[in-house]
């Protein structure tokens, strides 16, 4: 490639289609990998990633463990809980203490947009985001990018339809830029309070109704809606959510008989996704979770590998 | 004779226009505006702008209470090198200025450092938590002016009204931070394209212009002097223009940041660029510029936020609210707004001194008038590098800049001067 190798991975906005793509070819090696009786490389032997989470998470830190002890790394494993920030440490004292202690790489993910970006920037390593806010989730981009692949074999003209909380949605910011730099035309579906409040610079379409659109779309990607909210702003209340943009037994039914179902996860079952949806052959949630370890090995491997 | 303080080859604001002269101080005061005199200290103003000392209508001191941020000082020094030479100190300390003995205190630590005025605004309510009135008695007999509780809007539209009935009498003038608290909410920078790109929660203009159409009406109910703080929207701008059209007592205020900048530099997730209100579109910039210039926006303001290092090392949603000013304020003014020297005094002085009724300062250079002064070249760059305030939370840091304060006397003593 022309450029200059990638420093760090904070957002799908800073990779050229090039860039994503060699991601996801080389992932697709890693899945490759992870097949194996023995599924280990001895890649990054000598190299130790730390995971910082400064939010709950299950499939984002034990998939980037995994990916990193696949590989042969070593792991540290920070959590704000039982740490100096809870004396009142900065981020950055925090982030400089952490690279001090022998770190190669941070996973940061943290609740405020553009932490991890801050943290790369007094940093001389590379950084990760692992979910900044509501900003930007790429390596979550890159295994939903994968999973279409492996299913449909290309991104381009796919119609993907990404339904509910997309305002308040990391997810759907990283997936909108990757799905779109990959030729998919997107379709945004919620009610107007769940969407940007300002569309400019995003390339999408809108659609209100679930109903309208559910007949012609490839993929319907489902956001989990934020139950801990309960109703929460934005929403009269969770039924009403439920009946105007759930996904049950009869809108799988008017679903093309080979469009998908994906989910990022945690997922509430009989909420936004029935159960019965979710344990259907077009439900690619397993699918996408067993991909989060291969595109985070190729991560790892771009941003540690070269040295 | 030998006067204390000579300024020379100054193009001097004097009531009747500029003029290139030389003046004379001594016992706090003007004594002589041309002519030849000897000074035991002198300080040659190599043909810059001489006029009234800058007056700030909105810093924060952070003294009693948040001294690792600033004090009064540091604050000064700040001041000083800004060429102010008034300053009104936001009542959000630790305890508020809600009763006579904390303005009090503040005007005598003040006077202790000497090196500018510092004259408390005085908080609305007790504890500025909306609920109480002040002891807005006891504050006034201390020399406040100005009330307001700042950083919040006084929401509880039945106890404004009692504030401005019971001021009107007094002459005061009631101060606003215009922001719904509910439309506000949760809220870090303006709410446009770039705030649903970042996936950040905005404040819509709309938060500003609905407590300042409320604020209008009570205006109109109430008869009181009436000042919005920082404006940052075209439509309040509009606002508070009809208003004056329709010759109700109001004025208004904008920072030199939302003349210089617009949302797009919180792109950069620096936390200089975290503001309350938050810089808007390129359009409300303009638009502020424009009424500035006009004087459909009454003062400049710098609204003086210091914070520390540690409390900025953060990501943009958590870092506090504000930047710093003082020592920019002049040169931003003049690099965004290219005022000419009438206008740049009556805007950062003059104006300003009459909406506080600081009686000391923003008076032209003349005889016999207090020796409040700023000596500022209006052409030359520098290159923001440097604080005297405790704090660096500047959106100006390494921003190259035309307009430099080179000299500042403060009751006819030179407290600050740049040598050349």
Known sequence: MDQPAMKHLLSIADLDRGELEDLLHLAGEFAEVLERPIPKVPTLRGKTVATVFFEASTRTRLSFERAAKALSADVMTFAPGTSSVIKGESLKDTALTIRATGADLLVVRHEAVGAAARVASWLDCPVINGGDGAHQHPTQALLDSLTIRQRFGKLDGLRIGIVGDVRNSRVARSDIDAFTLLGANVTLIAPPTLLPRDLEGFPVSISHSLDEVIADLDIVYLLRIQMERGSGPGLPSLPEYVSRYGIDRGRLERMSPDAVVMHPGPINRGVEIAAYVADDPRALILDQVRNGVAVRMAVLFRLLGAS | ?420
């Not at chain 2, 706090?28 to 190599?46: M, N, Q, R």
């Not at chain 2, 007094?170 to 608290?181: K, M, T």
């Open chain 2, 1 to 420: 004779m030998k006067y204390e303080l000579v300024i020379r080859n100054g193009l001097v604001l004097t009531p009747d226009g500029a003029q290139a002269t030389d003046l004379a101080i001594s016992d706090h005061a003007i004594l002589a505006v041309g002519g030849s005199f000897d000074g035991a200290e002198e300080f040659d103003a190599h043909g810059a702008w001489v006029g009234p000392g800058l007056v700030d209508l909105h810093a924060h001191f952070r003294e009693p209470g948040q001294e690792w941020k600033e004090d009064i000082r540091s604050g000064s020094e700040a001041a000083a090198a800004g060429g102010y030479t008034a300053v009104v100190a936001m009542p959000n300390t630790q305890p508020a200025v809600d009763s006579g003995h904390i303005a009090r205190l503040i005007r005598d630590r003040s006077r202790q450092v000497g090196l500018c005025e510092i004259i408390p605004a005085g908080a609305i309510t007790m504890a500025r938590e909306g609920a109480v009135l002040s002891h807005l008695d006891e504050l006034w007999e201390a020399g406040v002016r100005v009330f307001t509780d700042d950083g919040d809007s006084v929401s509880d539209t039945g106890l404004l009204r009692v504030a401005m009935e019971y001021l009107t009498e007094r002459g005061a003038v009631i101060a606003q931070h215009a922001e719904d608290r509910s439309l506000a909410a949760g809220g870090h920078m303006h709410e446009g394209s770039l705030s649903s790109r970042l996936g950040m929660k905005g404040i819509p203009a709309e938060a500003e212009e609905v407590v300042v159409t409320r604020d209008l009406a009570l205006t109109r109910l109430t008869g009181c002097r009436y000042h919005v703080q920082h404006v940052s929207s075209a439509r309040t701008v509009q606002l508070v223009s009809a208003s004056k059209a329709a010759g109700l007592p109001v004025t208004a205020e904008v920072t030199p940041h939302h003349l210089a900048f617009d949302d797009a530099a919180v792109g950069t997730l620096d936390p200089s660029f975290k503001m309350y209100p938050p810089l808007r579109s390129a359009t409300d910039r303009d638009e502020l510029r424009a009424a500035l210039a006009s004087g459909l926006i009454d003062a400049v303001a710098t609204d003086h936020a210091p914070h520390s290092a540690f409390e900025t090392e953060v990501p943009f949603e958590e870092a506090p609210r504000g930047v710093i000013g003082l020592e920019t304020s002049a040169a931003a003014v003049l690099t965004y707004c290219h005022l000419d020297q009438v206008s740049f005094f009556d805007r950062l002085s003059v104006t300003p001194a009459r909406i506080g009724q600081i009686d000391r300062h923003g008076r032209l250079v003349a005889p016999g008038e207090p020796a409040n002064l700023t000596v500022i070249a209006p052409d030359e760059e520098w290159t923001v590098d440097a604080f005297r305030s405790k704090a660096e939370n500047s959106p100006f840091r390494s921003l190259t800049l035309a307009g430099r304060v080179r000299a500042t006397v403060f009751e006819g003593r030179l407290v600050h001067a740049l040598v050349t």
